[in-house]
């Protein structure tokens, strides 16, 4: 069965520094988007992505977060200038209409 | 905000036991999806029922909706060990974003 696919599982940064998330989402799938889950807390959206731009974002996804298909199968997430409280756990997620998501098995963001 | 809030948030039952956790949700939605995280890994979804719908069925799972109550329920029947995870409820609102609750943390005992 298709599953979305993400990398790296891990990654550990400098305050700071920029970072890019990726994901290769469900081949047939319309819809992308990225949550979070910081450390014992609940899974926040932060955007979804349609038809090659932002169709929502959460009041998270700020001036430092950008997302971006820059070929026909990988779905990024940049933070510009990475912060302490940006640690957390990155998930992509895909949709081919409104139905139930599927996610990939995350990305662990650690900034020092 | 429509954020689902599960209840219980523990849960710990032995092996061919029923498991049930609710959750209860604030406005209206399209509809409500129920998910699970093993430990430390990504969410894995479990099933989705319409807002039209009451009840669904899927292998050991039953899901419930009364959107008169804003409530859903998840069941999980004769639990195994493989069980043990958190659930979690996400609503739809229809504008492709979900809301999730803070899960219910499930332990299967062997």
């Known amino acids: 069965e298709p599953e979305v696919t993400q990398t790296p599982s891990h990654q550990v940064t400098q305050m700071g520094q920029e970072v890019i998330l990726r994901c290769v989402p469900i081949?047939?799938?319309?819809?992308f988007y990225w949550y979070r889950q910081i450390l014992g807390q609940k899974v926040e959206f932060l955007v979804s992505f349609y038809n090659n731009e932002i169709s929502e974002k959460s009041e998270i996804f700020d001036d430092q977060f950008s997302v971006e298909r820059p070929d026909g199968s990988n779905f990024t997430l940049k933070i510009r200038s990475t912060k302490l409280e940006d640690s957390a756990m990155y998930f992509c997620?895909?949709?081919?209409?409104?139905?139930?998501?599927?996610f990939g098995p995350g990305t662990r963001l650690l900034v020092l | 905000s429509q954020q689902g809030e599960e209840d219980p948030q523990a849960l710990s039952i032995q092996e061919g036991e029923n498991a049930t956790m609710n959750c209860s949700y604030k406005?209206?939605?399209?509809?409500l999806q129920w998910y699970r995280q093993n430990s430390g890994r990504g969410l894995v979804h479990l099933i989705l029922?319409?807002?039209?719908?009451r009840e669904k069925h899927s292998g050991r799972l039953r899901v419930t909706l009364d959107t008169s109550k804003k409530s859903s329920s998840l069941l999980i029947t004769a639990s195994r060990a493989a069980d043990t995870a958190s659930y979690f409820c996400a609503t739809d609102a229809g504008d492709y974003k979900l809301s999730f609750g803070a899960g219910t943390t499930v332990t299967v005992r062997a």
């Open positions: 081949s047939n799938h319309l819809y």
């Open positions: 029922i319409r807002s039209n719908e």
């Open positions: 406005t209206s939605i399209n509809n």
């Open positions: 997620a895909s949709s081919r209409t409104s139905g139930g998501l599927g």
